[in-house]
């Protein structure tokens, strides 16, 4: 199928110099540009792409150096409490039985964390503090300044104390819109992690820093914990989990690295080891060379216009003296008489147009020489074979009749004779080569008539034929000898009853013509040696023999209809033969 339409695509170009000329022409012309044009365009694309690199790298640097200052800054909070000379006294007196000086030193510690909420902004809206060998948790926010001992350790320090680490970033499981910053109480001795101090943070702290990256329309911006899980992400869509599991192992602290259709920057935000990045896709920097690319595709499209314009008038010019001879040639005809004709040109074409012309008045004569020779040779050879036939039918035909004469009545041997005479009729004062199958089939009637009084205990003959294939042409005695064929061959060495059926239906734009006897077969080697010769284009007329072969009626054949006309033979042996004649509807 796609061969069939890259030949239908390729038909006008493999067919006219002129067309060829033409999208040569034009691909010379307009390669050039559009690939400088191409070439442009892309390198506007690459120096955006650098750009937009280089200033997200910055940018990503200098976010990173501000988000570090104010971790920094939420930091030094917790060490306020930590370095507070009321945590040290707490310590200390809590394991006295004084109650009126453990009480003291509590209350001390919620003045200290209450003075630390309220001076440490609005965005820090809880802070805590968990004493692991006491098991106290003091909680100062909004709504709440108590002390509580609670069952179990507190979820978030009993993973600080589980991985012995000496701060956290966590993400409130009730409200995604809050952090907790913890940072533990070590033992100076020993560095015995005796609790932690925790503050809770609004993730809103950080979007003014993180402004300063710029809110694309397409942009996604994250902060990610060491294991690559999103922490906050202010705006963009959700990052895919592949993009998360290269980050997470990534052991650079600051880069970028291009996936599936966007580009990843990204950074370490120091102290706390949170990594900051920003996705962009490949969308934005195309948008934004866009502008530039534009301007040149106007332009090469321009220079393409007049380019193509120009190849064509040149094609044109070039090709038209060619195209013109071209159909001069087309034009003239061989067996049609005409004059020498002198061209008007003076250059090579108009030479070739004279040589071309004398040419073919040569050709001509000689064409009519071998044309007229080739007539004479087949109407010899037709005529050769309508002799062959006459003597052979006679012959066989007479020799019948004179032994009915003596048995049978006068009113069936002067069937017989009727059969005879009109076989002749058809054979000698028809002038044509070609009958219509009409007249074929009632030829064939007359002497399978002759046949049946010949054999009528043992023949039985049928014949079904479709109405509107009996104006089909066929070269005259085609069907007579094949049946004729089916008695010297076949039946005559069967024994018991005998079969001739023949069948005429149409296929299609063909006619087909099958004629099927129960007779003795053929051997295999003999059949394939028929098959061979019915399939010959040898050019023969008639074999030599006594009786008129299947190879001449396919050579006939053959000879008015073309090669995809002829004859087919089936046989087993032992069980009849069929052989199907095909001719045009």
Do not use: C
């Amino acid at each position: 199928m796609f061969a069939k339409w890259m030949m239908k695509l390729s038909g006008p170009f493999r067919r006219s110099i002129r067309n060829k000329l033409i999208l040569t022409m034009i691909l010379l012309a307009t390669l050039p540009i559009v690939a400088i044009t191409g070439l442009a365009a892309e390198n506007s694309r690459r120096s955006m792409e650098t750009e937009v690199i280089n200033t997200n790298l910055s940018n990503m640097k200098w976010t990173g150096v501000y988000l570090g200052d104010q971790f920094t800054q939420l930091n030094n909070l917790i060490y306020t409490v930590m370095i507070s000379p009321h945590l040290s006294d707490y310590l200390a007196s809590a394991e006295e039985p004084n109650l009126s000086s453990q009480f003291t030193a509590q209350r001390n510690i919620i003045d200290t964390l209450t003075n630390l909420f309220y001076s440490a902004g609005n965005h820090v809206v809880g802070v805590e503090m968990y004493l692991k060998e006491y098991n106290k948790l003091f909680t100062v926010n909004a709504s709440r300044n108590d002390i509580q001992s609670p069952a179990v350790v507190p979820a978030p320090y009993k993973q600080l104390f589980d991985r012995d680490k000496d701060f956290m970033i966590t993400t409130d499981s009730s409200d995604g819109t809050k952090f907790q910053l913890i940072r533990s109480i070590n033992r100076f001795e020993n560095q015995e992690k005796l609790g932690g101090i925790s503050l809770q943070i609004r993730w809103g702290v950080l979007d003014q820093t993180l402004d300063l990256l710029g809110r694309g329309n397409e942009h996604t911006v994250f902060i990610a914990g060491a294991d690559g899980k999103v922490l906050y992400q202010p705006w963009g869509s959700a990052p895919a989990s592949g993009t998360l599991s290269r980050i997470a192992d990534t052991g650079e602290s600051q880069g970028y690295f291009r996936s599936d259709h966007e580009y990843v920057f990204y950074n370490t935000i120091d102290p706390v080891g949170l990594k900051l990045v920003t996705v962009i896709p490949d969308s934005f920097i195309n948008q934004s060379a866009m502008a530039t690319m534009n301007f040149g595709l106007i332009v090469g499209a321009v220079s393409i216009g007049v380019a193509v314009l120009v190849a064509v008038v040149l094609a044109w010019r070039l090709a038209t003296p060619i195209v013109n001879l071209a159909r001069y040639v087309q034009g003239f005809g061989m067996m049609k008489e005409r004059e020498v004709r002198l061209s008007n040109r003076v250059d090579e074409i108009g030479l070739l147009e004279t040589k071309l012309d004398q040419m073919s008045h040569r050709i001509r004569e000689h064409i009519r020489t071998e044309y007229i020779i080739s007539l004479e040779k087949k109407s010899s050879e037709l005529k050769a074979l309508q002799a062959q036939i006459n003597p052979h039918f006679l012959q066989n035909t007479l020799q019948m009749i004179g032994s009915m004469l003596f048995k049978n009545s006068p009113a069936e041997s002067y069937g017989v004779l009727r059969s005879l005479s009109d076989m002749f009729r058809y054979i000698i004062r028809e002038p044509e080569d070609l009958a219509p199958l009409r007249a074929e089939l009632n030829h064939l009637n007359n002497y399978m008539q002759i046949q049946q009084q010949r054999f009528a205990a043992r023949l039985d003959y049928r014949l079904q034929v479709d109405e509107g294939a009996l104006n089909s042409l066929i070269p005259k005695l085609t069907l007579q000898p094949i049946t004729e064929n089916a008695f010297f061959h076949g039946l005559e060495r069967q024994e018991g009853p005998w079969e001739l059926e023949v069948k005429v239906s149409r296929t299609g734009e063909d006619t087909l013509i099958v004629i099927r006897d129960n007779g003795v077969g053929l051997e295999p080697d003999k059949l394939a040696e028929l098959q061979r010769r019915l399939t010959s284009r040898s050019g023969k007329l008639w074999t030599y023999g006594e009786r008129i072969g299947l190879s001449n009626v396919a050579s006939r054949i053959h000879l008015h209809f073309g090669g995809s006309y002829g004859i087919q033979v089936e046989s087993r042996e032992g069980q009849g033969t069929t052989v199907t004649v095909t001719i045009p509807l």
